[in-house]
Nanobody, 125 residues
């Protein structure tokens, strides 16, 4: 599976961004997808995950309704809408592919078998 993330940038607190993860080289029944983030000096943190069928979504504990994950099966893209951004959301955001049989472990980055290159999100006034 090949993944390419985009959409990051420098925004002010309270702003929104939409991250995109273009996926290729996979069969729809074989993989599901997630987003993680890593801030400087911190461990990688689970943000959200979605089954390719779209039937199941999981969010990290800190999201609290501010972020929304979705997928566009026609464009083979996984989207992460970030709203009401805070300075503490500053991080490199990466998308990953997890084999469908491992869905129960979506919050664990070690279970993902493919990663995109990451996109920087900086929230600052």
């Amino acid at each position: 599976v090949q993944l390419q993330a985009s959409g990051g940038g420098l925004v002010q607190p309270g702003s929104s961004l939409r991250l995109s993860c273009a996926a290729s080289g996979f069969t729809s029944d074989d993989y599901d997808f997630g987003w993680f983030r890593q801030a400087p000096g911190k461990q990688r943190e689970f943000v959200a995950a979605i089954t390719w069928s779209g039937g199941t979504i999981v969010y990290g504990y800190f999201v609290k309704g501010r972020f929304t994950i979705s997928r566009d099966t026609g464009k083979n893209t996984v989207l992460l809408q970030l709203n009401t951004l805070k300075p503490e959301d500053t991080a490199v955001y990466s998308c990953g592919a997890i084999p469908t049989p491992n869905w129960s472990f979506v919050v664990y980055s070690q279970r993902y078998t493919s990663w995109g290159q990451g996109t920087q999100v900086t929230v600052s006034s």
